[in-house]
């Protein structure tokens, strides 16, 4: 049997290859025995043939708290707040799987999907019509501590979120990490790891992955069928924990 590393290598390098370098779909997992650079140079490997020489990996950095790209600009903290709350609580993706029961952006699957996560939460802000944010990519030995694991932790690769600022600070929209409230950048790096020992990328609205081009601007929806499928793998897992995925994941949320 194919040891459970190189299988999701294989997986890994054909989300990569099977669409175009705008469309595809990179897990972030990483297995916790594998370091970061491992999946660093899988990635360079493709990137070899990428028409973009301005990636989200390639545009990253060491995080230093000084001479960062600017990022959407939203009028005021409290308005950040309440557009949080808004994406966060919105049950508006319908579910063929049980039919009439809408759900969320799935928050509560922390596993993996961040890429589909962003993206939808773009896409919701683009239709209502309000500005939207630019996202903010972290690559590393990333690892955050989690209720909504059988763990209680995951481990990434990377990670991306919608970020905005007010007046030159910068706050990340993730509920996926913190359901109350915005967090600074700093606070969201220092979640997953050291601050100083990640490296991060500020990105257009509409980069997508780790390959994508960091300027793109355009909002997609090659991620629809994707968040489809995470919805069904947190629905899946929350019952696996034995957590009540009606209620979490309905009009009872756990914020």
């Known amino acids: 049997m194919m040891p459970r590393f190189i299988f999701a290598i294989v997986i890994f390098l054909y989300s990569l290859t099977a669409l175009s370098f705008e469309e595809r779909d990179v897990s972030a997992y990483r297995n916790p025995d594998l370091p970061y650079e491992h999946y660093e140079q899988l990635m360079n490997d493709v990137e070899k043939y990428s028409p973009y020489f301005n990636s989200a990996m390639g545009s990253a950095r060491y995080y230093t708290g000084s001479n960062l790209p600017n990022a959407t600009a939203w009028p005021s903290k409290s308005v950040v707040q309440s557009r949080f709350a808004s994406v966060r609580n919105d049950r508006y993706i319908k579910w063929s799987r049980k039919p009439g029961f809408p759900r969320r952006i799935s928050w509560l699957y922390p596993n993996d999907g961040c890429y589909a996560r962003a993206t939808m939460a773009n896409r919701w802000f683009k239709s209502h019509g309000i500005n939207t944010p630019s996202k903010v990519f972290a690559f590393g030995n990333l690892r955050v501590k989690t209720r909504n694991h059988p763990r209680g932790s995951v481990s990434w690769w990377y990670h991306v979120a919608p970020i905005v600022e007010v007046g030159g600070s910068k ?85």
């Open 171 to 255: 706050y990340v929209i993730d509920p996926s990490i913190e359901s109350s409230r915005p967090l600074s950048l700093g606070e969201w790096l220092s979640r997953m790891g050291t601050p100083s020992n990640i490296k991060i990328a500020i990105c257009g609205s509409g980069t997508q992955a780790p390959g994508s081009n960091c300027e793109n601007q355009s909002v997609g929806s090659g991620v629809v069928s994707s968040q489809l499928g995470f919805l069904s793998k947190e629905w899946d897992q929350l019952k696996r924990m034995r957590k009540k995925p009606e209620e979490l994941l309905g009009s009872r949320p756990p914020w």
